[in-house]
């Protein structure tokens, strides 16, 4: 199948119900992933600004979760931004700087493309860049998450990408860069191991894909 005769299955944009909230919080928090449930997105957004620090170092990763709510603006005038230096930084002469840079931040905000009703998270990726910084080498990790991302099972989870998720950000990536995206790389977060370095704040309210 082409790419332009992608078509979003719209099954996976319905929001759970809050029995399902509550169980995937549950879920996370048995799983070392810090959860706060919010009805909205402006909730979501109060509850970030409780989480980091006045002067920390934030990197925004690329989500339409995020731009949706306006965070990497805020982000921008609030902290001290990764993206902000990266943008005056050259790539031809300082792309290995700029990767390190993305790769390590204090606090790195994004969202994730499923959760699991037992807590398992899954991000999907054409670069990988977020990845890393996910996974190990940031020091705190924050999602922002519609809780239309809740799914029943890991298979479900990638079924869900890439009949929801991958037809989105394909025709997202189309129009922004000029070139299609792809599944590339997967991530998958079934433990975190270190104990208040993520955290997840699930939204009420269908804000990405």
């Not at 005038?77 to 204090?106: C, F, H, W």
């Not at 433990?191 to 269908?206: A, C, D, W």
């Amino acid at each position: 199948m082409k790419h332009s005769e992608l078509i979003p299955n719209q099954a996976f944009a319905k929001l759970a119900s809050d029995e399902q909230v509550a169980q995937v919080a549950k879920a996370l928090e048995a799983n070392n992933i810090h959860t706060l449930v919010v009805d909205n997105g402006e909730e979501a957004k109060a509850a970030l600004w409780k989480l980091i620090p006045e002067g920390s170092e934030v990197f925004t990763n690329a989500s339409r979760t995020l731009d949706t709510l306006g965070i990497p603006a805020e982000v921008d005038k609030r902290y001290d931004s990764v993206r902000v230096k990266l943008a005056q930084m050259n790539r031809e002469t300082q792309n290995r700087e700029m990767i390190k840079m993305g790769a390590v931040p204090q606090y790195i905000l994004g969202s994730v493309h499923a959760v699991t009703k037992d807590g398992t998270v899954i991000v999907a990726s054409n670069t990988g860049s977020q990845l890393a910084p996910y996974a190990a080498s940031a020091e705190h990790v924050i999602w922002l998450v519609g809780t239309q991302k809740i799914v029943s099972s890991l298979e479900e989870g990638m079924k869900r990408v890439r009949e929801y998720t991958y037809p989105l950000e394909d025709e997202r990536a189309l129009q922004t860069y000029g070139m299609n995206s792809f599944i590339s790389k997967w991530l998958i977060v079934h433990r975190e191991v270190m104990p208040g370095r993520t955290t997840m704040i699930l939204i009420k309210e269908n804000l990405g894909f």
